[in-house]
Each structure stands twice: as C-alpha cells, then as structure tokens.
C-alpha cells in the first residue's frame, strides 16, 4: 500500500486485429512497439526496460530485433490473467525507480484449435477445465466457463437466455468501434439463434479467436504528462487471487471439484482504497470477456451488483452504450478481437484519453480493470 501513484501509460500501439496476419509475430510485435514510441512521441533509445508477453518469441530475441539494451527485463504467460499484474509490475518497477520506461509488448498469433479443442494451457494447468481436478473429461477453456455459469444459474435462477444481453450489449459498442471484427448488429434473438458450443453457452458467448500485438509504454506520471499525448494515470491495483477456493473463471463458490458452495459476497475491495476513489466514481468497467458468463461474475465480484443480480443490471441495459456502468466500449473479445485481452487496456487508455469517437464516455475520468478472479487496476487522466 506504499504505491505512490507516480506511474502512469505514455503511449500505446496497437495493429490491427484480424483472423489472420500475413506477418509473424515478432514483425507484429515491432509494428506495435513503433506505433507506441510515436504515441508517446518517444525515441526507442528512450525504453530502459521490456517487458514480453508473448507466444514464440522469447524476451532476449525480442530485445536483439528491436535493438534495445535495458535495464530491465521480464517475460511471463500469455493468459488474460496476467494483464493486472503486468501493469502492476511496470508500474512498481517505476515507482522503485529500477527503470524509466518499459514497453509492455505481446504479440499473437493464432494456434488454437478452437474453444473445444485441447490445448497447452490445459496441459500446463494439470488438464483440468479451469484449475479444478480430477485430470479427465471435457479439458478446455469454455467447458470451465460453461461449469461455472450452471452452478450460478442453479444458485440464482436463469439460463442461457440471461447472458444474451451481455453479447448484444458488447456488440453495440463494437458497431461503433471502426477496427471491431464483429460490427454487425445483434439482437437477442439473433444470440438465441446461434449454434450451442456447450450449455449453457451458445456461439455468440464465446469470444473471437484473432490475431495482432500490442504494446503500451509506461514511465513515471510527469514524464508520461510531458508526452505527446499526455498520461494515463494508474491509481491502484491489486492482485490475481489464487488457490483451492478460487476459479478460474468466476469468482469463489462456482466450481464443482475444489471450491465450497456458498453466496459470495466482496473479499478484497483494497484497489479503491489505494486509488483514492469509490465505485461511484467509476465512469465505466473493462472485464476479460472470455465468455459472456464471466462479466457477470465480475460485476459482482467487486460490488457493482450483489450476488446473482447482474443478470437485472445487464438486463436493463447498463453496460451497453449510455448506460450507467459502459462495459469493454471497444466490443471486448466477444466482438472487437482478442489480443489475449491487451487490446481491452489499449480501450481505457484511449476512453480516458478521450480519444473514442463516437463510443466514447461522456466525461470519462476514471476506469476501473475489473476481474472475476480479484485482479484490478484503477485508471485515470492526471489527478
């Protein structure tokens, strides 16, 4: 709780998001890093440390592409997980003054089967669906989320027709996002029509399976001010919650193996106290919309609804344009584009920014990363 809110993102760099690049990952990754030096109005002799977050490409071959020696280097996981704490990381590390500007860079080319098919992740997880044991049956990431959303639909009523609001909400915004994969409109009955994947999730719960790289720059809160567009302040934050109690894709009480069953209620509200603000001060929510189940697990997880009434909130229309609490204003993963989620921290920087055209929130001053496993980042323009 020693942060002293003195880092903040000077630039970000994002190509664009496409079912498939021609490019490699490591030529995705260059255009990336120099569309971000030149947000921030930077020279690559300006970045003192890397931080890589990435499939294929290790850190020290990244470093001899871009032709960078730094002071500081670190490469971890590619996993949505991984985006707070990667963030939080830069940030420590330049409030500790052990560099004065890290790129954060990831870039990602497909190689999945699908949202079915077996995969590393799982392999690396021990096989099972979502951090859970035993090592057998369905092993992939929407059968986790699939697990998790018919534990909460028997804990609080609903089905499948509940998460329809969500994707249609996500998908107004994306008709407003240019660069969105996904800009035709959708109806709930559209979000009916699609094909079941695994009950209770339909195709239009999952996210898209895309590629690009991104990467954000962040230094201390005066020198990012002195940029060429400016800071992006971070206020708080605090970690991705682990062990038997938690989940991989909800928040505690909603696995089936290692978890007790019980109404969750808030555990860790600590980001607020850090940044100084309350929730009422949040202008709008970006959560990991893996699968359209998870952003109503998010919302409650950190207050924004009390156990099992984020299903109303959506219903209301709360988190689409306009509403009360704007969620993933970029269409999210589940219709702008999956860049392993980096694409969703380049949103909030430009949302506060104020740079969003026509999605963007009306005077937007704080933002609020918001994870159903406990991890969160507050974001805001110079306080």
């Given at each position: 709780m020693s942060f002293t809110r003195d880092a903040a993102i000077a630039g970000v760099g994002m190509t664009p998001i496409a079912r498939k690049h021609e490019q490699t990952a490591a030529e995705l990754a260059v255009d990336a890093f120099r569309m971000a030096l030149d947000d921030a109005g930077l020279q690559k002799s300006d970045v003192?440390?890397?931080?890589l977050f990435s499939w294929g490409t290790d850190y020290d071959r990244m470093l001899e592409i871009l032709g960078l020696d730094v002071r500081y280097a670190f490469q971890g996981w590619h996993h949505g997980r991984m985006l707070a704490p990667f963030i939080a990381q830069a940030a420590m590390v330049v409030d500790a003054g052990m560099a004065d500007c890290i790129a954060l860079v990831h870039a990602q080319k497909s190689r999945r089967i699908g949202q079915l098919g077996g995969d590393d992740e799982m392999w690396r997880q021990g096989l099972g669906p979502h951090g859970e044991s035993p090592a057998y049956g369905a092993v992939s990431r929407a059968?986790?989320?699939a697990v998790s959303a018919r534990r909460y639909f028997h804990l609080y009523g609903g089905d499948n027709s509940a998460l329809a609001p969500v994707a249609v909400s996500l998908r107004s915004h994306a008709v407003l996002n240019p660069d969105a994969l996904m800009r035709k409109p959708m109806t709930e009955a559209d979000h009916q029509?699609?094909?079941w994947v695994v009950d209770p999730l339909r195709l239009f719960d999952c996210c898209q399976v895309s590629e690009g790289a991104v990467c954000i720059i962040v230094r201390r809160l005066e020198a990012a001010a002195d940029g060429r567009k400016g800071a992006v302040q971070i206020l708080g934050m605090q970690g991705v919650h682990a062990g038997p109690e938690q989940h991989n894709f909800a928040q505690p009480g909603l696995g089936v193996?290692?978890?007790?069953?019980?109404?969750?209620?808030?555990?860790d509200l600590s980001v607020y106290d850090m940044a100084g603000v309350s929730r009422d001060d949040v202008n709008g929510l970006t959560v990991y919309d893996a699968f359209t189940p998870v952003v109503l697990f998010s919302l409650e997880r950190f207050g924004f609804c009390g156990p099992g009434e984020a299903m109303d909130f959506v219903r209301e229309g709360a988190i689409g344009p306009g509403g009360r609490l704007p969620v993933n204003t970029s269409g999210g993963l589940l219709s702008e584009g999956h860049i392993a989620g980096w694409n969703l921290l380049v949103e909030m920087v430009r949302q506060l920014r104020h740079e969003t055209g026509d999605r963007q929130i009306p005077g937007c001053e704080v933002l609020q990363?918001?994870?159903?496993?406990?991890?969160?980042?507050i974001m805001s323009r110079p306080r």
């Amino acid at each position: 709780m020693s942060f002293t809110r003195d880092a903040a993102i000077a630039g970000v760099g994002m190509t664009p998001i496409a079912r498939k690049h021609e490019q490699t990952a490591a030529e995705l990754a260059v255009d990336a890093f120099r569309m971000a030096l030149d947000d921030a109005g930077l020279q690559k002799s300006d970045v003192d440390g890397l931080m890589l977050f990435s499939w294929g490409t290790d850190y020290d071959r990244m470093l001899e592409i871009l032709g960078l020696d730094v002071r500081y280097a670190f490469q971890g996981w590619h996993h949505g997980r991984m985006l707070a704490p990667f963030i939080a990381q830069a940030a420590m590390v330049v409030d500790a003054g052990m560099a004065d500007c890290i790129a954060l860079v990831h870039a990602q080319k497909s190689r999945r089967i699908g949202q079915l098919g077996g995969d590393d992740e799982m392999w690396r997880q021990g096989l099972g669906p979502h951090g859970e044991s035993p090592a057998y049956g369905a092993v992939s990431r929407a059968y986790g989320a699939a697990v998790s959303a018919r534990r909460y639909f028997h804990l609080y009523g609903g089905d499948n027709s509940a998460l329809a609001p969500v994707a249609v909400s996500l998908r107004s915004h994306a008709v407003l996002n240019p660069d969105a994969l996904m800009r035709k409109p959708m109806t709930e009955a559209d979000h009916q029509a699609s094909r079941w994947v695994v009950d209770p999730l339909r195709l239009f719960d999952c996210c898209q399976v895309s590629e690009g790289a991104v990467c954000i720059i962040v230094r201390r809160l005066e020198a990012a001010a002195d940029g060429r567009k400016g800071a992006v302040q971070i206020l708080g934050m605090q970690g991705v919650h682990a062990g038997p109690e938690q989940h991989n894709f909800a928040q505690p009480g909603l696995g089936v193996a290692q978890q007790s069953v019980f109404t969750y209620v808030p555990d860790d509200l600590s980001v607020y106290d850090m940044a100084g603000v309350s929730r009422d001060d949040v202008n709008g929510l970006t959560v990991y919309d893996a699968f359209t189940p998870v952003v109503l697990f998010s919302l409650e997880r950190f207050g924004f609804c009390g156990p099992g009434e984020a299903m109303d909130f959506v219903r209301e229309g709360a988190i689409g344009p306009g509403g009360r609490l704007p969620v993933n204003t970029s269409g999210g993963l589940l219709s702008e584009g999956h860049i392993a989620g980096w694409n969703l921290l380049v949103e909030m920087v430009r949302q506060l920014r104020h740079e969003t055209g026509d999605r963007q929130i009306p005077g937007c001053e704080v933002l609020q990363w918001a994870s159903f496993l406990g991890d969160s980042l507050i974001m805001s323009r110079p306080r």
